[in-house]
């Protein structure tokens, strides 16, 4: 089988045209097939060793809902752990995430002192979880557009404890 120089529509041997085109096909255009399929190999190898997330979707997904796990795998594996943009943002994620948890824990504690203090009392955090839960859910889409943009926003206290990791 030949292939059209032109348009790389297979065509069967001893056709002169394409069919597709209208291209002449001519010996040359077999050999030209038969070299076309052994240069595909060689390139990917060399995909797969570049393989990897760019540098700004990686420092994106630090505040994505999974940037756990991806702070872990940013700061332990090969090719991320010598960069230091993902480097700020994974250790500036996880502060942060350490942050919420200890803001979220005190919540709880003064949501139960003030349900025990008097009943309808504790309902008053009702709205203070919610605008703080909106608060740290905006902070986290407005650091993922700016580590999208490969831009490393300083939190004001975290900010400094990630530059010192890095």
């Known amino acids: ?9 297979q065509v069967a041997d001893g056709t002169t045209f394409c069919p597709s085109c209208g291209k002449p096909i001519g010996a040359s255009a077999g050999s030209a097939a038969a070299a076309a399929p052994a240069a595909a190999p060689a390139a990917a190898p060399v995909a797969a060793a570049n393989s990897g997330l760019a540098d700004n979707i990686a420092g994106l997904l ?20 010598s960069n230091k943009f993902l480097r700020f943002h994974a250790f500036q994620s996880l502060f942060l995430a350490g942050a919420w948890f200890v803001l979220w824990i005190g919540l709880m504690i003064l949501g139960f002192i003030l349900t025990a203090i008097g009943g309808p009392l504790g309902l008053i955090m009702f709205p203070i979880d919610i605008v703080v839960a909106l608060g740290f859910f905006a902070l986290c889409i407005i650091m993922m557009i700016k580590a999208y943009q490969m831009q490393t926003p300083h ?8 530059d010192k990791q890095v």
């Open 62 to 81: 630090c505040y994505s809902p999974v940037g756990l796990i991806c702070d872990i795998i940013w700061l332990v594996a090969e090719p991320y752990k």
């Open 155 to 162: 939190l004001p206290i975290i900010g400094a404890l990630a």
């Open 1 to 9: 089988m030949a292939f059209c120089p032109g348009c790389g529509t």
